[in-house]
C-alpha cells in the first residue's frame, strides 16, 4: 500500500508564512507528478502547484509569485512554502501524487493524502 502524510499547515496571520510537506511511504516503484491542491468551504477543490519528476513546476495564477513547490526525489516528498499569505489561501490543503506501485502488477494511480487545514486569520 502507498500512503501520503501531509503536515506543517496551521494558523497563521495575514501576510505570515507556511511550509507543507508531504511524504510518500510505502510499496512505492516510482512516482512522477506531484502536487498540492486545496479545498475552502462550500468550494471545489482547485489545483494549487504541481511539479513533475524533472522539476518542471505549474502554478495556479493566484498563488503565482507567492507560493513555490518543490521536492526530494530522495525522501519520495514535496514541499509548498506559502509566503504572504492571505485569509483567501484558508482552506485544507491535500497532497496528491501519481505512483506506480512495486508490486508484480505496477499498477499507476493517484493517491492522496489526508489534508492539512491551514487557516489564515488575525
Known amino acids: 500500500q502507498v500512503q501520503l502524510v501531509e503536515s506543517g499547515g496551521g494558523l497563521v496571520q495575514p501576510g505570515g508564512s507556511l511550509r507543507l510537506s508531504c511524504k510518500a511511504s510505502?510499496?512505492?516503484?516510482?512516482?512522477?507528478?506531484m502536487g498540492w491542491y486545496r479545498q475552502a468551504p462550500g468550494k471545489q477543490r482547485e489545483l494549487v502547484a504541481a511539479?513533475?519528476?524533472?522539476?518542471?513546476?505549474n502554478y495556479a495564477d493566484s498563488m503565482k509569485g507567492r507560493f513555490t513547490i518543490s521536492r526530494d526525489n530522495t525522501k519520495n516528498t514535496v514541499y509548498l512554502q506559502m509566503n504572504s499569505l492571505k485569509p483567501e489561501d484558508t482552506a485544507v490543503y491535500y497532497c496528491?501524487?501519481?505512483?506506480?506501485?512495486?508490486?508484480?502488477?505496477?499498477?499507476?494511480?493517484?493517491?492522496w493524502g489526508q489534508g492539512t487545514q491551514v487557516t489564515v486569520s488575525s
Open positions: 510505502g510499496s512505492i516503484f516510482r512516482i512522477y507528478a
Open positions: 496528491n501524487a501519481d505512483i506506480v506501485v512495486s508490486t508484480f502488477t505496477r499498477d499507476r494511480r493517484d493517491y
Open positions: 511539479i513533475t519528476s524533472g522539476g518542471s513546476t
